[in-house]
């Protein structure tokens, strides 16, 4: 009998630690991570000023030329044709910057219409076709943009080429 007591208190002593090892769901839940997740960024990640032209603030060419006028009467055929070509080489970055939102939205679009094919709900249906709606609308958009900008350096450029046809004015 007295080993039967030994035995059900050593069962019980054991019973008890094994429970005590394992914390509780709550415990577990409670717990913060131990290690998050770190994203390290090197030099490879971050693109260089060679692979694109910095940003700089954009002007109306419309505007710019009028107080160009303005302001240069004193100034050399070179000095506003040297200001013309910077205005020109913004309005071409400009103009590369929407050529490739125009394709990064065209392939967009090839893939929603894709997924839209491929779709097995009604609700991925309306997912995608909404997606795909306002992915051609901002594709209009962009290449609306872009055909202002082309027009936009096409005056420049002729505007440039006048300037440089006229004799310099204030030598002698």
Known sequence: MKCSFFFLGL????????????????????????????????NDDIPSKTEREPLRPQRDPSSAAVSDRGSSLGRSTSERGS?????IG?????????K????????????????LKNANSDFRVQMYSGAL?????SLNMITAQRKEAESQ?????????QDSKKPESGTN
């Open 11 to 42: 069962l019980i002593v054991l019973a008890a630690s094994s429970v005590a090892q394992e914390p509780s769901l709550a415990d577990v839940a409670r717990q913060k991570p131990k290690k998050k997740a770190t994203v390290v960024i090197t």
């Open 83 to 87: 200001k013309s070509a910077g205005q």
């Open 90 to 98: 913004e309005l071409k970055a400009k103009i590369n910057d929407l």
């Open 100 to 115: 490739g939102k125009e394709r990064e939205y065209e392939l967009s679009i090839q893939q929603l219409e894709e997924e």
């Open 133 to 137: 709606e306002n992915n051609r609308k």
């Open 153 to 161: 350096l096409s005056a420049l450029q002729k505007s440039a080429a």
